[in-house]
């Protein structure tokens, strides 16, 4: 079974900090993206990429920038956090088209106070 | 707007009793479903697919795809309390395929 790891898996952050969120995955996926979780609107699409060196944009990108250094790892990064990224915060891996199954890791919550 | 709604927000059922989850899609560039199954605390996990119009059955678990709607349901038959959890509906399709959209979920609660 794919894994996929992220950390860290709590965080605390002051408004205007930078906060990266890291995730790996083991199973050579080509596709990997990030998620957030806020009640009341399910999962949402932050950014996604389909290989090394590649990101693209989802729904909700405005905050967030992206970076998938190698086929195994991809972080989410917050340039100046604000208490409106409160959130948990989810990374899936696939194998790619409309087909795939996507992977979770166990998520990271991030609290910017 | 949502392109995937999900419906009921939240669902109780007796223990062994029978559970109905709906979900549909307003975008014809997303017509492959998955359900994924959310238990408090963890990522999301899937379910199972269903690409064609029709039935799929997996143990308790059968979807049910009218593609002409593009209306999807989950039906869990024997319902037991460990199935409890957040469920999502997520679509799919061919104009981008690396781009899934997500409903926003139906909570289930198995009543023992």
């Known amino acids: 079974e794919a894994a996929v790891t992220q950390s860290p898996r709590n965080k605390v952050a002051v408004t205007g900090g930078k906060v990266t969120l890291s995730c790996n995955q083991t199973?050579?996926?080509?596709?990997m993206y990030w998620y957030r979780q806020d009640t009341g609107h399910g999962l949402r699409l932050i950014h996604y990429?389909?290989?090394?060196?590649?990101?693209e944009k989802g729904d909700i990108p405005d905050g967030y920038k992206a970076s998938r250094p190698s086929q195994e790892n991809f972080s989410l990064i917050l340039e100046l956090a604000t208490p409106s990224q409160t959130s948990v915060y989810f990374c899936a891996s696939g194998d790619g088209g409309a087909y795939a199954e996507q992977f979770f890791g166990p998520g990271t919550r991030l609290t910017v106070l | 707007q949502q392109k995937v709604q999900q419906s009921p927000e939240s669902l109780s059922v007796p223990e062994g009793g029978m559970a109905s989850l709906n979900c549909t899609s307003s975008?014809?560039?997303?017509?492959y479903f998955w359900w994924y199954r959310q238990h408090s605390g963890e990522g999301p996990k899937a379910l199972m697919?269903?690409?064609?119009?029709g039935d799929k059955k997996e143990g308790r678990f059968t979807a049910h795809l009218n593609k002409a709607s593009l209306h999807v349901s989950l039906h869990i038959r024997d319902s037991q309390p460990s199935d409890s959890a957040l469920y999502f509906c997520?679509?799919?399709?061919?104009?981008?395929?690396?781009?899934?959209?997500f409903g926003k979920g139906t909570h289930l609660h198995v009543l023992p």
């Open positions: 997520a679509a799919s399709g061919d104009t981008n395929a690396y781009k899934v959209i």
């Open positions: 199973n050579n996926h080509n596709n």
């Open positions: 697919s269903i690409f064609s119009d």
């Open positions: 975008d014809r560039n997303f017509q």
């Open positions: 990429s389909y290989g090394a060196g590649s990101t």
